[in-house]
Antibody
Framework: QIQLVQSGPELKKPGESVKISCKAS????????MYWVKQAPGQGLQYMGW????????TYADDFKGRFVFFLETSASTAYLQINNLKNEDMATYFC??????????WGQGVMVTVSS | DIVMTQSPSSLAVSAGDKVTMSCKSS????????????LSWFQQKPGQSPKLLIS???TRETGVPDRFIGSGSGTDFTLTINSVQAEDLAVYYC?????????FGAGTKLELK
């Protein structure tokens, strides 16, 4: 069955970097893009951007240009989100989701990132 | 970007109630080329990831109970839950994918009365 399995929770200090993984299984990884969604505590869903898994080209939403990086390890059917120079406002749960004709038909379980000094 | 506005922000219900919630978009989501409205509804329970319930405004995903009904076209959409069950308590989000970037509404929280 189709699954997106994300890495575990992270505790980081401001200024550090964090790398979150999203491993896909049950389908051909390169046939669907992957998008990333941020959910701050008690808040709604915010689209961060997506990565074309065929070409590796990332596209970032305006609020996520600069410190956020999407990349792939295609041989492992895995997409990554890296956040550099962490800020308090990055504290959130980050989801990956499959991006096909119907965006978000499958989601990862989410990764909670805590930023605290 | 297309702005999605959901109402109400919360709804107190009892088991067995019929519930309707609204989602309005700042521009039409109807594609005349593909004859469909590019709108999805998601359900998110506490501590879980969102689950796709309905796509193309009214197409239920496999396994979604038929008490969930999506309707509407253009800029006005509705999610109806006939005979709410306890397991339906969650936050419901609409999302448009007519134009890039996809955008979500702020959600409607279904709570127990």
């Amino acid at each position: 069955q189709i699954q997106l399995v994300q890495s575990g929770p992270e505790l980081k200090k401001p200024g550090e970097s964090v790398k979150i993984s999203c491993k896909a299984s049950g389908y051909t990884f390169t046939n669907y893009g992957m998008y990333w969604v941020k959910q701050a505590p008690g808040q709604g869903l915010q689209y961060m951007g997506w990565i074309n898994t065929e070409t590796g080209k990332p596209t970032y939403a305006d609020d996520f240009k600069g410190r956020f990086v999407f990349f792939l390890e295609t041989s492992a059917s895995t997409a990554y989100l890296q956040i550099n120079n962490l800020k308090n406002e990055d504290m959130a749960t980050y989801f990956c989701a499959r991006y096909g004709e119907i965006p978000g038909d499958y989601w990862g379980q989410g990764v909670m990132v805590t930023v605290s000094s | 970007d297309i702005v999605m506005t959901q109402s109400p922000s919360s709804l107190a219900v009892s088991a067995g109630d019929k519930v309707t919630m609204s989602c309005k978009s700042s521009q039409s989501l109807f594609s005349s080329e593909y004859q469909g409205n590019y709108l999805s509804w998601f359900q998110q329970k506490p501590g879980q990831s969102p689950k796709l319930l309905i796509s193309l405004a009214s197409t239920r995903e496999t396994g979604v109970p038929d008490r969930f009904i999506g309707s509407g076209s253009g800029t006005d959409f509705t999610l109806t839950i006939n005979s709410v069950q306890a397991e339906d308590l969650a936050v419901y989000y609409c999302e448009q994918y007519y134009s890039y970037p996809p955008t979500f509404g702020a959600g409607t929280k279904l709570e127990l009365k």
